[in-house]
């Protein structure tokens, strides 16, 4: 499937994040996700607070994780993400590759659904605002 957008960011592993054994925590990986969706949108003009003043907010509902190799303490590594849809939902696959080998390490999706920020009741169909700003961004 052909992404609507693309993007990626590259990080390095901190002490912070790791285990007794040099790991990575599982739990953190959910973090690399939304520093690598947050500097997509970015990059097409969009951010989540923008969204927000037009009063919807985007709730993940999903995340589905393959962990395939773990992340080391100060190991290089890349966010990749791709925007699937966002007509009904927004979901967005991401993978993680070493950033020296290119060797995938982890594989991702999460689905967000907007939802009326005033009500907190669930929209159905993409705002016209999003919708508008993605269509003169979209590649």
Known sequence: MKPFLQGEIELEAP???????????????????????????????????QMQDWGVIWPVVTC???????LRYG???RVACRLLEYEDRIRIDYRI???GTGETLHKAETVQLAVEAATGQLRFGCPDALREALAGVAR
């Open 64 to 70: 589905s994780m393959k962990y395939v190799r773990p």
């Open 15 to 49: 002490f912070h994040d790791v285990d007794m054994m040099g790991f990575v925590w599982h739990g953190h990986y959910v973090k690399y996700l939304e520093l690598a969706r947050t500097a997509m949108m970015r990059e097409a003009g969009l951010d989540w607070a």
């Open 97 to 99: 590759t070493d950033a």
């Open 75 to 77: 190991q290089r590594f």
